[in-house]
């Protein structure tokens, strides 16, 4: 069946306004961004009701799917509740580009208050667009840093949205996410295999520190590894580098562990914690180095690479490109950007309890980026201040909105800067055990684990609930 014959699918470009200075900056560089730019939006009315609700999905660090307006737990929600749908893409991400290009100058513009300004501006368009009426109560969605936005719009905007659904939502800004690694440790350890898994994690860590300290185990490495350049272990940003892109190998398996995104195109997805514990555990292998390299070869062939690039310099240069056609400005320039300016979030390996190697990728690496890629001046003390910023102007975890749902996953990393408890300012917190990021958004499964599935439950009463108080 094609959906898009069965429901009304539309999507516009809205001419949005440039903001006030105190959003934007001083009154001269405001001057400097269009009077006026296209953004990207998409409407779904197939179910809508006059007197319906009208669901907002935020869109954020990459481009926005409109996979999303067919598909999702909001989407079944939606024809339950007669809603409207919408879904605003993030400005400077997909289509959405309000400058020429993404100069560092021009980047300025690109902020989480920025986002939120765009929301606010978004939901009134609409809300005059469609004829809304006060009866039409507004819910917002989003997950991972757009669930964030959906807290924020909440707190910021009260009068604009009603409830809010903020879904493996990062609330908290922090310099070293020291926290991630520590969480997968956590997670690879519900495999089959327990904490063996991470304990041949770290011997095989511990077999490539042993070959970096002499040029034939450069050689060993490079061919283990399938490197596209042979690795010189003299220099010290590729061994990083190199570590942190096989520490990424997990990383990115544990973030989405078992989560149903199939439907939105995700590759990989068959790959899960069982898949890599089960090699880490696979005796046939010569050693765990090598069942290491197994990983890293999987993972290569998943996603269509003939060799793994983890020079620097080339990851430098491919970052400093400012073309919106370039591959870093696909998302990758821009939400750096972001992590750079008012977030950090970096992943690093400074915590002792996780198997990738204290000094593999610590702080110190994330901060080089910053400056190598931007300038020097985005450096730790800018970003520090920018953190504090960020922290100070939405609250982090001690957040005090109201009507704001805060769904977690206990395999996703990411809970470690979430809401994880009650707040009494009607803040409902709904942590799901053995689920991973953003997984009470997906389409349901028939597997579905138990938990998941009573997630999804609390989820649509607390948003009935809310919508009847407001």
Known sequence: MNLAHVQRISFGYGNTQRWPPSISGSRRRTHNLPPHWRKRYFVNDTYFKGDGPVFLMIGGE??????WMQEGTWIEWAQQMGALCLMLEHRYYGESHPTKDLSVDNLRYLSSEQGLADLAHFRNFMAKTKSLTKDNKWVSFGGSYPGSLSAWFRLKYPHLVDVAVAT?????????????????????ATSKLGTKCNDN?????????ELLLHQVGWKTISDMFKLCKPLTGSKKNDVANLKETLAGNFMGVVQYNKDNRAFEGAVGTE???DTLCGIMGNDSYKDNLTKYAAINSLILETYGEKCLDVSYDDMIKAMREVSWKSSAGEGGRQWVYQTCTEFGFFQTSDSNNQPFGADSFP?????????????????????????????TNYGGTGIRATKVIYPNGSIDPWHALGILYDIPTEQKAIYINGTAHCANMYP????????????????????QTYLKES
Do not use: W
Request: glycine letters at 4%.
């Open 62 to 67: 990459g481009t926005a799917n409109p996979i």
């Open 168 to 188: 493996s939502a990062p609330v908290q800004a922090v310099m070293d996410f020291r926290g991630y690694l520590d969480v997968v440790r956590d997670s690879l």
């Open 201 to 209: 994690i770290l011997s095989a860590v511990n077999q490539l520190n």
């Open 271 to 273: 790959i899960t914690i």
């Open 363 to 391: 702080l110190s690496f994330s901060l080089q980026q910053c400056m190598d890629i931007y300038g020097k001046h985005f450096n730790i003390t800018t970003l520090a201040q920018g953190i504090e910023r960020t922290n």
């Open 444 to 463: 349901a499964l028939p597997n579905d684990p138990p938990e998941l599935v009573k997630a999804r439950e609390m989820i649509y009463t607390l948003i």
